[in-house]
């Protein structure tokens, strides 16, 4: 069996967009010579330049000696001829999502070198497996996913197809290792790790538009200062491009024989209809014109309310845990009262003057004030609630102003920032999270990625706090579990529908909260 060359000396790298410079300039300051290949001059020249001026910038930045960026930039040739790939160790194509053209131009990279070569697709979003079986040798032929823009971004996902060799995914593995990138290992399904496990991030707040329950500002407030989120979801879905993000949604839907959990918007297929795009068209969900303000979310005025005297606890808080630990350094005792099980008051912080709270659990207030015929007000999951900077409140329709102000002023009193919303079930960071997870451990379950790699992949790949996986176990998995099956029975469209990894998960975890 032969040995792949290594690509110290030679990297190829076919195409001069974004990703293809990005590429190449990771590859230039990784000590490697690189071959940039385009089909025209013009192509090449502008590909030049912007490698040039990216690494330049980093010198003026001060990131980058000059000595080793002028070394970097004599490494670097360009040419309009493919044949001039034949000695390089590693070929990587990155020309633009067209499966035809890829095809097509796979299948010349691979007349013009040895079997001893490893070519690798940076492909998004389309079947590796197919593309792999154009080739000859598919064996020494996988996925090299980089992330925009490529010498920022760690994560690179190396994708198998059933063909690929071990030794190929070794090759590439250690190659982005040696790249100063976190490589994660991927089997070749629709949007590999990070488009799959990603939907619900967009789509629980598509589906909170549709249901005209939060305004976008609201929504991104709240999945930043209770989620921990670095970006909320409709700002990013402005700036990937509505028109991006929703053929990315397709895509998977499509593959995935149009289950459910990865359905589309009608929100989302309006703003691309308008033109409305994102940023790069001015408008999406925010006005990103000249001198245009973000709007702000909706926010609670300051309730003077004096501390409770005391909070009673009625049975256990589950995921809420977090928030007795708050009350309690805030000077206000908490009393824990036993709830027989099944009690309609189990898991319900009780306020001195009746009022119940309680963590969103997938059933709405009105349905929990039915149940204990007392004023309910949901809260919504939080990362941490000792750091959160904000929470969202629903309250049961019956409830009267005074048992909203009595739990919008508990907040306020912990130095929460409050929303509230309707009363949607599972209100906005719990719902996200939980289908997060449940869409991770079904990932993890069909092959796609290890725990660990799944966890990786969405902290680097997508800048999320926790990786799902990490994220379910620390909320407990029986309470997942019950917040889906509640929302599945509230909508009763499938989208909500536990994973049978999770089922199987939340019963190996411990007993389904009530």
């Not at 910038?57 to 990131?63: A, I, M, P, Q, T």
């Not at 009673?312 to 908490?334: C, E, K, Q, S, Y």
């Not at 809260?379 to 959160?388: H, V």
């Amino acid at each position: 069996m032969k040995l792949y060359k290594q690509p110290d000396d030679l990297v190829a790298v076919v195409g001069a967009g974004a990703m293809g410079t990005g590429i190449s300039q990771v590859a230039l300051l990784a000590g490697h010579r690189v071959l940039l290949l385009t089909r025209r001059a013009e192509s090449s020249r502008r590909g030049r330049e912007e490698i040039e001026n990216r690494i330049l910038r980093l010198v003026d930045k001060g990131r980058l000696g000059k000595e080793e960026a002028l070394a970097a930039l004599d490494r670097l040739t360009t040419s309009e001829e493919l044949p001039e790939a034949a000695s390089a160790g590693l070929v990587i194509e990155s020309v633009h999502e067209d499966m035809a053209a890829k095809s097509a131009l796979l299948a010349d990279i691979e007349k013009h070198v040895g079997e001893e070569v490893v070519i690798a697709t940076n492909t998004s979003s389309l079947s590796v497996t197919a593309l792999a079986a154009g080739l000859e040798n598919p064996a020494r032929f996988a996925g090299l996913h980089f992330f925009n823009p490529a010498p920022l971004m760690a994560l690179v996902e190396v994708v198998s197809a059933p063909s690929t060799a071990e030794r190929t995914t070794r090759f590439l593995r250690r190659t982005a290792e040696r790249w100063g990138k976190t490589p994660v290992l991927s089997a070749d399904l629709p949007g590999f790790i990070v488009n799959r496990v990603a939907r619900p991030f967009y789509g629980e707040a598509l589906r909170t538009r549709e249901q005209r329950a939060a305004s976008p500002a609201t929504i991104d407030a709240v999945l930043t200062g209770s989620g921990g989120f670095a970006m909320g979801p409709c700002a990013l879905m402005d700036l990937i491009g509505h028109d991006v993000n929703e053929a990315v949604t397709r895509g998977v839907w499509s593959a995935f024989h149009h289950d459910a959990r990865f359905a589309p918007s009608l929100v989302q297929r309006k703003l691309v209809e308008a033109g409305y795009l994102g940023r790069k068209a001015g408008r999406g969900f925010y006005d990103h014109g000249p001198g245009a303000a973000r709007p702000a979310p909706d926010t609670r005025a300051p309730v003077s309310v004096p501390p409770p005297r005391l909070v009673r606890l009625h049975g256990d808080a589950g995921p809420a845990g977090g928030l007795v630990d708050v009350l309690v350094a805030a000077g206000i005792p908490v009393e824990r009262v036993t709830a027989a099980a099944g009690s309609a008051l189990d898991g319900m912080f009780e306020l001195p003057d009746g009022t119940l709270l309680r963590l969103t659990d997938g059933r709405t207030a009105d349905r929990h004030a039915r149940r204990t015929e007392r004023p309910v007000v949901l809260f919504d999951l939080s990362l941490d609630f000792a750091t959160s900077s904000r929470t969202a409140l629903a309250v049961s329709g019956g409830a009267s102003d005074a048992s909203r102000d009595a739990a919008v002023g508990l907040f306020q009193l912990l130095g929460k920032d409050v929303s509230t919303v309707d009363d949607i079930p599972g209100l906005l960071v719990f719902r996200t999270v939980a289908m997060l997870v449940n869409i991770a451990l079904d990932a993890v379950a069909d092959g796609l990625a290890s725990a660990p790699d799944v966890d990786t992949a969405m902290r680097l790949g997508t800048n999320y706090p926790l990786g799902p996986v990490a994220w379910g176990e620390r909320i407990g998995l029986p309470s997942v579990l019950a917040l889906l099956e509640n929302l599945d029975d509230e909508h009763r469209d499938g989208h909500y529908r536990p994973s049978p990894a999770l089922r199987r998960g939340a019963l190996r975890t411990g007993p389904l909260a009530a």
